[in-house]
T-cell receptor
Framework: DAKTTQPPSMDCAEGRAANLPCNHS???????VYWYRQIHSQGPQYIIH???NNETNEMASLIITEDRKSSTLILPHATLRDTAVYYC????????????FGSGTKLNVKP | EPEVTQTPSHQVTQMGQEVILRCVPI?????FYWYRQILGQKVEFLVS????????KSEIFDDQFSVERPDGSNFTLKIRSTKLEDSAMYFC????????????FGDGTRLSIL
């Protein structure tokens, strides 16, 4: 699975959009981009995933560049409850393929 | 929304004792996983399980570890003779199908070995 690079931490003001970047320059054609988050010591929470098209759900939007070498997770109106570690994971969608969790980005949402 | 549930939330065990961590995956899911996270470290894959068989296991998952689906709803992780370094959060996950479908995680069991 391709390696991802994320900033170790970011700040965001409450109510503003949080834009979390991820670089995955060695991504291959059959690898999906997934975003999870981990609030304190809870289990990783699935947010969104995509292959090449932009995706949106009730939690967030995922913007993948045309060359697929980077992506951005957008939380449109961040709240204090969105403070968490956000993981960008690139993964080949084969049977039973595990998720490799890196260090992620610690997002601090401030009042 | 359906979720993965894990019990107990915290387990304290003496070194050398056996421990069983329990998970109830989402009901229509067929693929099951265990991960662990040592305090302050990354989430690490342990094992995947499908059709009553281990599909893949990591180097961490040695002979002291075993998994079982004893009935139609539970999925368990057993550590036969616990060591101090087994102290960690253990997360169960499940997915509906293989391929690109996401895995959904429980909130974990904190295992403390004394």
């Amino acid at each position: 699975d391709a390696k991802t690079t994320q900033p170790p931490s970011m700040d965001c003001a409450e109510g503003r959009a949080a834009n979390l970047p991820c670089n995955h320059s060695t991504i291959s054609g059959n690898e999906y981009v997934y975003w999870y988050r981990q609030i304190h010591s809870q289990g990783p929470q699935y947010i969104i995933h995509g292959l090449k098209n932009n995706e949106t759900n009730e939690m967030a939007s995922l913007i993948i560049t045309e060359d697929r070498k980077s992506s951005t997770l957008i939380l449109p109106h961040a709240t204090l409850r969105d403070t968490a570690v956000y993981y960008c994971i690139v993964r080949v969608a084969t049977v039973f393929n595990k998720f490799y969790f890196g260090s992620g980005t610690k997002l601090n949402v401030k009042p | 929304e359906p979720e993965v549930t894990q019990t107990p939330s915290h387990q304290v065990t003496q070194m050398g004792q056996e421990v069983i961590l329990r998970c109830v995956p989402i009901s229509n899911h067929l693929y099951f996983y265990w991960y662990r996270q040592i305090l302050g470290q990354k989430v690490e894959f342990l094992v995947s399980f499908y059709n009553n068989e281990i599909s893949e296991k990591s180097e961490i998952f040695d002979d002291q570890f075993s998994v079982e689906r004893p009935d139609g709803s539970n999925f368990t992780l057993k550590i036969r003779s616990t060591k101090l370094e087994d102290s960690a959060m253990y997360f169960c996950a499940s997915s509906e199908r293989a391929g690109h479908q996401p895995q959904h995680f429980g909130d974990g069991t904190r295992l403390s070995i004394l």
